[in-house]
């Protein structure tokens, strides 16, 4: 974990959408647009905006721009350029820094944006569909939890992967946090161990501070899946793959 600087009280993760490129690093323009109703947000920044900076998750402050910014009427979005992503074709994260009162100079630059990837914030709680105890190592035949949905159903499923991050021995800029999530994969597993991305909405994969939620879809009736969630970690330079999983039962109910 390596928080950018001290002096930046608060930060929020956000899921890059980078589905579709190829299994391998390179660089991608990023767009962000902050929701208006994040109170916590607008409530604690400088109306100049110049206490906004987006990091990857090792603190490595990216070149961003404000493309559009209105403090009066909470219009933010947000623009990195040439952002590094260890897989292209999954779901990663940044993270937005805030709530810097004495940054009184503007750390943003300037640039133009190609076809930038989108950048998520979720507001919301993590749902009764969570997985709170986690245990790395837990296969198909011993999934942390087990849920039930029909066959036209669309809901989320949260694992609460903070459980299977290591903390630092050490504070970094007066804060002691866990190693970084890199990014995210998403498989919906039938008994045989095959994956189909029906199954599920890999672009719509969401973080909250310690969460990951999981947008699961389909299936057929009266059968069980294993939702697998591939966990990539990075800290001072170490790389982790982790596993979470969760039992989904499809069963429709009756008329």
Known sequence: MTWYDSNFKDRYPVAINVIGGSESAGTEDVQILVPKDFDRFWSSIRPDGFDIVIADPDGNVEVFQRSVFNFAN???????????????????????????????SDLAGSFT?????????????????????????????????????????????WFRVGSLLSR??????????????????????????????????????????????VKVKAGSAGVDYTIAVE?????????????????????????
Request: hydrophobic letters at 35%; glycine letters at 6%; proline letters at 4%.
């Open 74 to 104: 909470r219009s933010l979005i947000l623009q990195a350029d040439n952002v590094s992503f260890q897989n292209r074709n999954s779901v990663a994260l940044l993270y937005i820094y805030f709530n810097n009162p004495d940054q009184s």
């Open 113 to 157: 944006a190609s076809s930038p990837k989108i950048g998520t914030i979720a507001l919301n709680r993590p749902s009764s569909l969570s997985v709170g105890n986690l245990e790395q190592g837990q296969g198909n035949d011993s999934p942390a939890a087990s849920f039930q949905k029909t066959e036209d159903e669309e809901v989320y499923i």
């Open 168 to 213: 630092r021995i050490s504070q970094y800029n007066d804060h002691l946090d866990y190693e970084q999530i890199s990014y995210i994969k998403v498989q919906s597993l039938d008994a045989a161990g095959s994956n189909d991305a029906n199954r599920y909405i890999e672009g719509e994969t969401r973080f909250l501070p310690s969460w990951v939620g």
């Open 231 to 255: 966990v990539v970690t990075t800290s001072s330079g170490l790389t982790q793959t982790l596993s979470a999983r969760a039992l989904l039962r499809i069963r429709n109910l009756l008329p």
